[in-house]
């Protein structure tokens, strides 16, 4: 079974950086395209950024190009979100989630960052 | 970018009854990529429904969906006391994926 676990969170201050991490377990994780979705408090999912297996293309939701950047390692079998410039809209829960193509099977149990001076 | 746009907002009702939750497209969703999550207070998303009409591993049969083009329906046949939840419907056919906004079940 998929085991997804988020780290990193935070409190920062706007115009400030963060780094999330998520560790994989259970599943062959270089199979997996992976993806970063977040729930700002008391409201709706929203997708973030996804990355292909390979690591080789990145799709971004249009809010965070430019300031967000999706990796992975697969040997570590571990995804990355690096956060630049962050802004009070980005506090959320951000999960990590995964699956066969875009499908979000799998997720973690999230981590949250919180922009605030 | 493919709107997702779920009805009603909030539905009540009663343990053992039926279920009906919609959710609309503002575009046609190819390939039948189309997911239902539950959610409950305090936990991740948990995927219910895949391609439309899928179950998910571990999914009882008394959830089910339904749907095609831009118009998809997620009924819970019989309501048990832990199906009171969030519920979002989701679009990964294209970028940027999409979800709805969620439809509270809550307990009449």
């Known amino acids: 079974e998929a085991h997804l676990v988020e780290s990193g969170g935070d409190l920062v201050q706007p115009g400030g950086s963060l780094r999330l991490s998520c560790a994989a377990s259970?599943?062959?994780?270089?199979?997996?395209?992976m993806n970063w979705v977040r729930q700002a408090p008391g409201k709706g999912l929203e997708w973030v950024a996804i990355?292909?297996?390979?690591?080789?293309?990145?799709l971004y939701i249009d809010s965070v190009r430019g300031r967000f950047t999706i990796s992975r390692d697969n040997g570590k079998r571990s995804l990355y979100l690096q956060m630049n410039s962050l802004r009070a809209e980005d506090t959320a829960v951000y999960y990590c989630?995964?699956?066969?193509?875009?499908?979000?099977?799998?997720w973690g149990q999230g981590v949250l960052v919180t922009v605030s001076s | 970018e493919n709107v997702l746009t779920q009805s009603p907002g909030t539905l009540s009702l009663s343990p053992g009854e039926r279920a009906t939750l919609s959710c609309r497209a503002s575009?046609?969703?190819?390939?039948?990529?189309l997911g239902w999550y539950q959610q409950q207070p305090g936990q991740a998303p948990r995927l219910l429904i895949y391609?439309?009409?899928n179950r998910a591993t571990g999914i009882p049969d008394r959830f089910s969906g339904t749907g095609s083009g831009t118009d998809f329906t997620l009924t819970i046949s019989r309501l048990e006391p832990e199906d009171f939840a969030v519920y979002y419907c989701?679009?990964?056919?294209?970028?940027?994926?999409?979800f709805g906004q969620g439809t509270r079940l809550e307990i009449k």
């Open positions: 989630a995964g699956g066969t193509g875009w499908l979000t099977e799998s």
């Open positions: 989701q679009q990964y056919a294209t970028s940027p994926l999409t």
């Open positions: 259970g599943f062959t994780f270089s199979s997996y395209w």
């Open positions: 391609d439309v009409s």
């Open positions: 990355i292909r297996q390979d690591g080789g293309e990145q």
């Open positions: 575009q046609s969703v190819a390939k039948n990529y």
